[in-house]
């Protein structure tokens, strides 16, 4: 393997690091990007009407920020975004977002695509790393600064007369591979031009467009840009995690430690590559702590089941906290830590969860407790006491549990496959009670 082509990710030196003392004690402000990151990625691109059902889908579990478009690329997006204006079908408290490239012609036809709209986020990007800038565009610094304060001189001029709520968004395209002191000081020339208050606050958002180094470094970044950006109360710090190197969720988390207000993701992190941050991870991360996800996690299973018709992709099996096989156990010794845990907690009416292997309570998002035991032969007998106390109200003695424990891992064995419970309780039955 020629490991020597790559070299490590630069670190941030001489930070005073506070992020690593703080906690997460509220949620930040979600921004979908489905609509929009996610849908560039899939094989068949979403129709008007797929993007109206995933839509409303987003608005019904609690989004309040939803990227819809990139209208300047697409006419499906163009119509997209005109629909959910002229007819009316974005609540009030919702802001749709779109992405504009930092060019003139297509700057104006995104603001077409946006008149009339009651709460609307411009959200204006331009590239910014060293090779995109001498490479891709064979720009000097100052003329991608350049592109970068006029593109956002020219969307103010053009969105002034706007009689709904206007908002601002830049990202230097690339922040993670883009040197700290040359994205600080682009951010800081575009809020200039913005010039934000406390009553009208502008968002900058800092992309990890390839995600190319640990969460927290990531981190370092994010708390380094948030302590030196112009306006700061005036400005809305915003992520953005690509999932390349797997670690997405754990960049959004130290990155909200770090200063970050506003996380943009996918449901179940659906994006280019490794795909995007995964909200749905995030917000039940933190409701697991304790803490008020603002979404309503307890309609993921609708959620999933729309997800998966509209973008022809399958939610894993074993995603975290959604996945079909989330709350299951085969091993014996998990079984019976799951079963005396969910004894002790109806027993004791505890208030607070804290049973064994499983993070939330199942029930939480409206799944019963059928699946979370299930039996092969790799099982033992706190399996299949769970099994007869479950669902046909017996409690088997640790002697009972035992001897039918070795007759269905027998059982299984000889079948070479699960058993379900019905054939279970059918071996039970019929075997004079053990």
Partial sequence: MQFKKYRPYERVENIQRDWPNNHITQAP??????????????????????????????????????EVSYPSASETDFGF??????????????AIQILIPAKKE???????????????????????????????????????MNMAVESMQYLVELTQEFQGNVTYQYSPESFSQTQLDFALTICNKVIDVVNPTTDKKMIINLPNTLE????NVYADRIEWMSKRL????????????????????????????????????????????AGNLDVVNFAFNIYSQGVDPKLDLSMIDEVKAMYEKQTQLQVHPRHPFVGDMIFTAFSGGHQDAIKKGLDYYRKEHCQEWNVPYLPIDPKDIK???????????????????????????????????????HMVKQKSDEVQR?????????LYQNSNRV
């Fill in 29 to 66: 402000i979600y921004c979908s990007v489905d609509l929009r990151d996610g849908n560039q990625a899939l094989v068949n691109p979403l129709g008007i009407e797929q993007k109206l059902e995933y839509f409303n889908t987003l608005v019904k579990m609690g989004f309040k920020q939803i």
């Fill in 81 to 94: 975004t005109r629909m959910l204006i002229e007819d009316n079908l974005v609540p009030d408290d919702v």
């Fill in 106 to 144: 297509w700057i104006k036809r995104s603001v077409e695509a946006m008149q009339g709209v009651k709460n609307g986020i411009f959200h204006l990007y331009n590239p910014t790393n060293e090779f995109q800038r001498r490479v891709v565009f064979n720009k000097s610094d100052e003329e991608i």
């Fill in 212 to 215: 190319a180094c640990t969460a």
């Fill in 230 to 273: 112009n306006k700061r109360e005036a400005v809305i710090l915003s992520v953005h995690p690509h999932n390349d190197r797997g670690t997405s969720v754990a960049s959004a988390e130290l990155a909200v430690l770090a200063g970050a207000q506003k996380v943009e993701g996918t449901l179940f992190g659906n994006g280019e590559r």
């Fill in 367 to 405: 799944r019963g407790y059928e699946k979370v035991i299930r039996v092969n032969s790799q099982s033992g007998k706190g399996g299949v006491a769970f099994i007869i106390s479950e669902f046909l109200g017996e409690e088997l003695s640790k002697e009972e549990a035992i001897a039918f424990g």
């Fill in 418 to 426: 699960e058993l379900s419970k019905e054939e279970i309780i059918a």
